[in-house]
T-cell receptor
Framework: SQQGEEDPQALSIQEGENATMNCSYK?????LQWYRQNSGRGLVHLIL?????REKHSGRLRVTLDTSKKSSSLLITASRAADTASYFC??????????FGEGTQLTVNP | DAGITQSPRHKVTETGTPVTLRCHQT?????MYWYRQDPGHGLRLIHY???????DKGEVSDGYSVSRSKTEDFLLTLESATSSQTSVYFC?????????????FGPGTRLTVL
């Protein structure tokens, strides 16, 4: 069964707006990671947040983690057309394995 | 892209034929993974390797086998391809650093089984 589940499945916004994507999971985790996938390409790692962290920033990305609710959110501020992609959360529960969600398709309109 | 290549990039084959996909990395990463990506399922782990000749099953391993005889190469074999194995296959690697656990992905192989 999927550990990470993203919400919404699809999101369409205008350039300059903020985009928020959510991820829920089911069990205890070591860390939660967000990846981006452009159409026809492989996934690219964006940011990792550990289970003892609550918030992390990287450029225009802000990730929060609420382990009591087993949820995370990814905020992209001041979005650009080039941010159009699919975004996946992935949880690491043990060892070196990740379990991915189904992704959120973000479209940023110019 | 962290020096990960996959071959072939596209393949069309017929049901019942064997197929081998290759992943090659130049990063000397210890861990290597094979995923499949299908609409509505995200990425699902097929098999992974934690060292030369050390492999283990993922969540969708039935019908697939893997081999890793060298650090840089991880092969995925479909012994007898079925239409349900039509998918996009991604290889990924991860280094052995204890702090940062990101995975690096290859460009993918699109496999069609007719």
């Amino acid at each position: 069964s999927q550990q990470g589940e993203e919400d919404p499945q699809a999101l369409s916004i205008q350039e300059g707006e903020n985009a928020t994507m959510n991820c829920s999971y089911k069990t205890s985790i070591n860390n939660l990671q967000w990846y981006r996938q452009n159409s026809g390409r492989g996934l690219v790692h964006l940011i990792l947040i550990r289970s003892n962290e609550r918030e992390k920033h990287s450029g225009r990305l802000r990730v929060t983690l609420d382990t009591s609710k087993k949820s995370s959110s990814l905020l992209i501020t001041a979005s650009r057309a080039a941010d159009t992609a699919s975004y996946f959360c992935a949880v690491e529960t043990s060892g070196s394995r990740l379990t991915f969600g189904e992704g959120t398709q973000l479209t940023v309109n110019p | 892209d962290a020096g990960i290549t996959q071959s072939p990039r596209h393949k069309v084959t017929e049901t019942g034929t064997p197929v081998t996909l290759r992943c090659h990395q130049t990063e000397n990463h210890r861990y290597m993974y094979w995923y499949r990506q299908d609409p509505g399922h995200g990425l699902r782990l097929i098999h992974y390797s934690y060292g030369v000749k050390d492999t283990d099953k993922g969540e969708v391993s039935d019908g697939y086998s893997v081999s890793r005889s060298k650090t840089e190469d991880f092969l995925l074999t479909l012994e007898s391809a079925t239409s349900s194995q039509t998918s996009v296959y991604f290889c990924a690697t991860r280094g052995d650093r204890s702090y940062y656990n990101e995975q690096f992905f290859g460009p993918g192989t699109r496999l069609t089984v007719l």
